[in-house]
């Protein structure tokens, strides 16, 4: 397994790629957005105790009043969108007696369920609706793989990509031809599993790339994937010392792009023709690193507001 090969050294603080455990990752993405596909209104939960909802952990069951705010919330996103309650009860599948019970404080027991499909309707977040706060759980986890040899981008990929058909997550890998063709035949039948693209024509823009991997990703989790992992290896070979800046600047702000998506990005970069400065970029526009010694956090990581800004 990776994550046994793969432990993390020094200060890593995140292993297997950031793939935290079947029910804690669900129970992340029902935190960090209104627009799930597998958290549905008609769901059973157990209750939230809102109150002490903090954006990370969630309890199972407790009464909750609108002393957070919650139904006051409610009320002015209804408002701010010219809604009637008549309005938000058909968009959002919650009866117009339940709606003025929450509006109003007087039903204490609000289920996520309840709560994802209001976010949904009101365009607002869960956090939102129960903290008053824009908060973002950041789930991406976005890694570079500096590699020195076909093999080495081989076994780590590979292991990469079979771990992901284990746990039945959605899988893109974009590289090289040579590299496709390369994991293909190691991995066998299983390479069915994966979708193959050839970078060269991924990579003819950063604003394409961006829009082409949230299409994707959108529609796998859309479709029910519990987790979407992807091997991104960009072009760099040919390019300009502007498009350089602006292709690093794009690794950057994925982070920002994908920061509240059930997603894992490994970005491969083949530093037998990757010139240095690239490299040390890659370690500015990258959170975290995979190498010898396992996964690490990349220590010279830049916050990609400050890096889009100041590259």
Request: charged letters at 25%; hydrophobic letters at 35%.
């Given at each position: 397994m990776?994550e046994d090969?793969?432990?993390?050294s020094?200060?890593?603080?995140r292993?297997?790629?950031g793939l935290?455990?079947r029910a804690?990752a ?8 209104p627009g799930?596909?597998h958290v ?12 002490d ?11 909750i009043?609108d002393?957070?705010g919650?139904g006051?919330r409610?009320r ?6 010219g809604?009637?309650?008549e309005?938000l009860a058909?968009?959002s599948g ?10 109003s404080?007087r039903r204490?027991n609000v289920?996520p ?6 976010s949904?309707a009101?365009?607002?977040s869960?956090d ?11 789930m991406?986890?976005?890694s ?5 040899t076909d ?11 079979t771990e992901?058909?284990e746990r039945?997550?959605?899988?893109l890998a ?9 994991l ?11 979708e193959f693209?050839?970078?060269?024509g991924?990579?003819?823009t950063?604003i ?5 991997y949230?299409a994707f990703t959108?529609?796998?989790?859309k479709r029910g ?7 991104g290896?960009p072009?760099w ?6 498009e350089v800046?602006?292709?690093t600047?794009y690794e950057?702000?994925l982070?920002l792009?994908?920061?509240a998506?059930?997603?894992?990005i490994?970005c491969?970069?083949d ?5 240095p400065e690239?490299?040390?970029?890659a370690?500015?526009?990258h ?5 010898d010694?396992?996964i690490?956090?990349s ?10 800004l100041q590259s």
């Amino acid at each position: 397994m990776l994550e046994d090969r793969l432990q993390p050294s020094g200060v890593a603080t995140r292993a297997n790629y950031g793939l935290r455990p079947r029910a804690d990752a669900t129970l992340r993405t029902l935190q960090a957005t209104p627009g799930l596909s597998h958290v549905e209104a008609g769901e059973s939960f157990d209750i939230v105790n809102c109150s002490d909802y903090d954006g990370a952990t969630m309890p199972t069951r407790s009464d909750i009043g609108d002393s957070g705010g919650i139904g006051s919330r409610v009320r002015a996103a209804r408002d701010r969108l010219g809604w009637t309650r008549e309005a938000l009860a058909f968009r959002s599948g919650i009866s117009w007696s339940a709606i003025a019970q929450v509006e109003s404080g007087r039903r204490r027991n609000v289920r996520p369920s309840t709560l994802t499909a209001l976010s949904r309707a009101l365009r607002v977040s869960i956090d939102y609706l129960v903290r008053g706060s824009p908060s973002r759980p950041t789930m991406l986890d976005h890694s570079a793989f500096p590699y020195r040899t076909d093999d080495q981008f081989r076994t780590t990929v590979e292991t990469f990509l079979t771990e992901g058909i284990e746990r039945s997550d959605a899988l893109l890998a974009v590289t090289a031809a040579a590299n496709i063709e390369l994991l293909r035949e190691h991995l066998g039948q299983d390479a069915r599993r994966v979708e193959f693209v050839d970078a060269s024509g991924w990579y003819s823009t950063p604003i394409a790339a961006l829009e082409s991997y949230r299409a994707f990703t959108d529609a796998k989790l859309k479709r029910g994937a519990p987790w979407v992992r992807i091997v991104g290896e960009p072009v760099w070979a040919g390019r300009s010392d502007a498009e350089v800046r602006l292709w690093t600047r794009y690794e950057s702000l994925l982070n920002l792009v994908f920061g509240a998506y059930p997603l894992t990005i490994v970005c491969p970069y083949d530093e037998r023709s990757v010139a240095p400065e690239i490299m040390r970029q890659a370690h500015l526009t990258h959170p975290h690193t995979v190498g010898d010694r396992g996964i690490s956090n990349s220590r010279e990581y830049a916050n990609p507001e400050r890096y889009a800004l100041q590259s």
